[in-house]
């Protein structure tokens, strides 16, 4: 059974800083690119970052970048999201998620990889 499972959020002020850590178990780690998603209050699920199964390619939202890293550690089947400079709009509930991730839609989005149950961050002004 996959197990997908994050830390590291937590309640902080603008322009501080937090690393989100997920570990996954029960599945090959190092085949699989991951990615981070998050979900604002009352808005959908959006993605956040991503990287490739050896950590050499790497993709960001606009909003995110130059503020936040995403990395891995396959010898310890884990993926980090470094998060800087943190600001309001930035608070929701993260997710980490391996390849291929979702699947979206006219009629929502679908989950495809494995999916944790998320941490929440709160920046607050």
């Known amino acids: 059974q996959v197990q997908v499972n994050e830390a590291g959020g937590g309640l902080v002020q603008a322009g501080t800083y937090l690393t989100l850590s997920c570990k996954v178990s029960?599945?090959?780690?190092?085949?699989?690119?991951m990615g981070w998603f998050r979900q604002p209050p009352g808005k959908e699920r959006e993605f956040v970052s991503s990287i490739n199964w050896n950590g050499d390619n790497t993709v960001y939202i606009d909003s995110v970048k130059g503020r936040f890293t995403i990395s891995r550690d396959n010898s310890r089947d884990s993926v980090f999201l470094q998060m800087d400079n943190l600001k309001p709009e930035d608070t929701g509930d993260y997710y980490c998620?391996?390849?291929?991730?979702?699947?979206?839609?006219?009629?929502?989005?679908?989950?495809?990889?494995?999916w944790g149950q998320g941490t929440q961050v709160i920046v607050s002004s």
């Open positions: 029960g599945r090959t780690f190092s085949d699989s690119a």
């Open positions: 998620a391996t390849s291929p991730f979702r699947a979206c839609s006219s009629d929502g989005c679908y989950e495809l990889g494995d």
